[in-house]
C-alpha cells in the first residue's frame, strides 16, 4: 500500500532550513541564536514557506557545528533556553509553519554521559553503547577510514581498547544493536514529538546499522566505502521499522532521513507508510563533482550528468515514495556557486537555480541564503575555517605533500564553511547578522547581497523566490503532476514537462553563458509565460544566458 496520491502536507511544502549558528545573533555575542530566529519569523513567513528545518540545536561541544550532542534533552547554551524553544515553535505554529529537528542518532558527543561511562570499563553497563573493538597488532581493528580524516577508529587508553567514529573521534558511533540504547533513542524522540514537533530530519540514518564483522574496505573511493561497508546495513531496515513502530507511528510526524550511500536500487527499501520513513535526502548530484578522494578532489561535472541523476531519481519515485528535492545545505558550497554562475550571471542563475528546485517533482529544500542568492566566501587561509572537514582533510593533504594553496582551491570551490557564513541581512556592517564579533567570517559582499535591498527590489532574486513559490502553490501540478524531461535537447539546456489532467507547464533552463535557439518542436508548445527570471518579455525560439521560464502548453 502506498500513498503515492494521498494529499500529505510534507508532499506540498516547501521546506526552508535555517543553521542556527550563522541565521541572526539575538543577544550579541557573535553566535546566531534561537531569539535572533524568533525575531525574524515575519521574514521566514514572508517567504511563503511551510516548514522550518533546523539544524541541531543540543547541548553540544561544538566539534562538528553542534552534529555532536552531549544532552539530547537540553538546548545548546550558546542558542538558547528551553523555554526559548517553546516560543520558537509557538510562534512557527501560530503562522502555520511546522517545524523539522534535526537528529543526530548514528553518533553521540564523547562528552555525553553514556560514553563517559562506557570508556570507564569493559563490564560498564553503558559499554555496548557504543562500538568497542581490540585493535590488531597495535593497529585499528580494520582499515576504515573517518569522514574527516584519518582512521575511523580511536584507541581509548583507558581500557586499551579502540571505539568506531565515523565522523571525528568526539562523535562515537552509537551501537543501535543493543536494544537499550535503541529504547534510550525512541524516549528521546519521543520527548520531542510530545512538544508538538512536526518533523525529524534523520542524520546519516543510512548508517545506524554496521556490519559488526567489521571486515576492511577494499576500495580507495570514499563513496564506494560509505556505499559497501557504512550504509545499507543488515539491520537498516529492520531498525527503522521499528523506530516507526515504537515511536513514529504515534504521531503526525515527517521523517526525512539523510541517506549517503542509499541508491535507486534500494532507496524504496527504506520508505514506506507504515514501515519506513516518509522521506530521504539522496546524494547523487551531490557527489557529482566529488574525485575519488572525496569533497576535496574537485572534479569537473556536466549538466548531461547533472540531468541524468535528477531522471534516475525522479524514476526511482514517480509511483512509489516521495523525492526531496535540494541543491545546497549546511554540508555544501552555495549553489549559485556551484551550479550557476555567481560573477556575471549572478542574479539570472540564482533564479534559474531556484526555478528548479521549485518546479521538479519532489518536495524542495531550500538553504538560508539561497533565496537571495548567496555565494561562497573565499578563506584566504585554512586557518579561517570553522569546520572540522576542512581543518582535517588540510591534515591529511598535507601529509601527501598538497601545497596549502592548491587545498584552498579545493575548499573555496568545496568547503562547508561556504554555507556557514552568517546570513546577509543588510549591507551595514556584519550584515546585521550582530552587533558583536561574528563566529564566522562574513561575506564582503553582503554590502552587495542582503535581504534589506532585496526587500525593496521587485527584480530581486529574494522577490523572484517569493513569486516561485506563489507559482508552485498555485500549480498543484508542480507537486503532484508527473515529470518528462526532454531528451535530446542541446547539452547546456535543461527543458522538462509537468503534466496532471488538462494542464502542462514546460519548465525551460539555459545552463549557460551563451544565447541558445529553442528546438522548434519545443518553441511551438509554449503559449504563455507564467514565470521568467529576465525582467522583459522573452524573446521568442531562444533562451538567453542563464535564462528559466515556466511556460503554460
Ligand atoms: O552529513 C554526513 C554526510 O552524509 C556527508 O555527506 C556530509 O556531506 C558530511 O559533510 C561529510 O562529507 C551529516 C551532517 O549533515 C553533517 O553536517 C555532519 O558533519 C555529519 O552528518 C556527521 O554528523
Ligand atoms: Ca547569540
Known amino acids: 500500500m502506498d500513498r503515492k496520491t494521498d494529499r500529505v502536507w510534507w508532499k506540498e511544502a516547501v521546506v526552508y532550513q535555517i543553521y542556527p549558528r550563522s541565521f541572526k545573533d539575538g543577544n550579541g555575542d557573535g553566535v546566531g541564536d534561537l531569539r535572533g530566529i524568533i525575531d525574524n519569523l515575519d521574514y ?4 511563503g514557506v511551510d516548514a522550518v528545518w533546523l539544524n541541531p540545536i543540543f547541548k553540544s561541544p561544538n566539534d562538528d557545528g553542534g552534529y ?5 534533552y537540553s538546548i545548546q547554551p550558546e542558542f538558547g533556553t528551553m523555554q526559548e ?57 580494520n582499515n576504515w577510514p573517518s569522514f574527516f580524516g584519518g582512521s575511523a577508529w580511536q584507541l581509548d587508553e583507558a581500557t586499551g581498547e579502540y571505539y568506531l567514529h565515523l565522523f571525528s573521534k568526539k562523535q562515537p558511533d552509537l551501537n543501535w544493536e543493543n536494544p537499550a540504547l535503541r529504547n534510550e533513542l525512541y524516549q528521546l524522540m519521543k520527548f520531542w514529538l510530545e512538544k508538538g514537533v512536526d518533523g525529524l530530519r534523520l542524520d546519516v540514518i543510512s548508517a545506524i546499522s554496521k556490519r559488526i564483522d567489521f571486515s576492511d574496505t577494499t576500495t580507495s573511493d570514499f563513496n564506494e566505502t560509505i556505499r559497501l561497508k557504512y550504509a545499507n546495513g543488515p539491520r537498516l531496515k529492520e531498525f527503522i521499522k521499528e523506530a516507526k513502530d515504537q515511536v513514529w507511528n504515534n504521531y503526525d510526524v515527517l521523517t526525512v532521513g539523510e541517506g549517503p550511500g542509499i541508491t535507486p536500487l534500494n532507496a524504496l527499501d527504506y520508505l514506506h507508510e507504515k514501515e519506513g520513513l516518509d ?23 556536466s549538466l548531461k550528468d547533472f540531468k541524468a541523476i535528477f531522471k534516475t531519481w525522479d524514476d526511482t519515485f514517480k509511483d512509489h515514495g516521495w523525492g526531496s528535492v535540494f541543491l545546497g545545505n549546511h554540508d555544501f558550497p552555495r549553489m549559485v556557486s556551484r551550479w550557476g554562475n555567481d560573477t556575471r550571471y549572478w542574479s539570472e542563475s540564482s533564479k534559474l537555480l531556484l526555478t528548479l528546485l521549485l518546479t521538479m517533482r519532489g518536495t524542495p529544500f531550500i538553504f538560508m541564503g539561497d533565496e537571495i542568492g548567496m555565494t561562497n566566501i573565499s578563506l584566504k587561509s585554512v586557518s579561517e575555517s570553522q569546520d572540522i572537514e576542512t581543518k ?102 535543461f527543458i522538462f514537462l509537468r503534466e496532471k489532467g488538462q494542464e502542462k507547464l514546460m519548465i525551460l533552463l539555459n545552463f549557460s553563458n551563451d544565447v541558445t535557439i529553442l528546438p522548434k518542436e519545443v518553441s511551438v508548445q509554449l503559449n504563455t509565460l507564467l514565470i521568467g527570471n529576465y525582467p522583459d518579455q522573452h524573446v521568442q525560439g531562444e533562451l538567453r544566458p542563464w535564462e528559466a521560464c515556466v511556460y503554460q502548453c
Do not use: C
Open 392 to 493: 582535517t582533510g588540510w591534515l591529511e593533504a598535507k601529509k601527501i605533500g598538497i601545497a596549502e594553496r592548491d587545498f584552498l582551491k579545493a575548499a573555496n570551490y568545496a568547503g562547508r564553511d561556504n554555507a556557514r557564513t552568517p546570513f546577509q541581512w543588510s549591507g551595514l556592517q556584519k550584515a546585521g547578522f550582530t552587533v558583536g564579533t561574528p563566529w564566522m567570517k562574513i561575506n564582503p559582499n553582503h554590502a552587495r547581497i542582503n535581504a534589506g535591498f532585496q526587500d525593496y527590489d521587485p527584480n530581486s532574486v529574494l522577490n523572484y523566490f517569493r513569486r516561485m513559490v506563489k507559482t508552485r502553490k498555485a500549480h498543484p501540478l508542480l507537486t503532484y503532476g508527473s515529470y518528462k524531461p526532454l531528451e535530446g535537447v542541446v547539452d547546456n539546456l
Open 68 to 72: 555532536d550532542i552531549s544532552d539530547y
Open 85 to 141: 524553544f517553546d516560543e520558537l515553535l509557538a510562534g512557527l505554529h501560530q503562522r502555520k509553519l511546522k517545524l523539522i529537528m534535526d537528529l543526530v542518532l548514528n553518533h553521540s558527543s564523547d562528552e555525553h554521559v553514556w560514553f563517559q561511562a562506557s570508556r570507564k570499563s569493559k563490564d560498564n553497563p553503558y559499554r555496548d553503547y557504543y562500538f568497542w573493538r581490540p585493535g590488531k597488532a597495535g593497529s585499528p581493528p
Open 44 to 47: 521566514i513567513q514572508s517567504l
Open 279 to 301: 522521506m530521504i535526502f539522496h546524494f547523487g548530484h551531490m557527489f557529482l563533482d566529488q574525485g575519488k578522494g572525496g569533497r576535496f578532489d574537485p572534479v569537473p561535472w
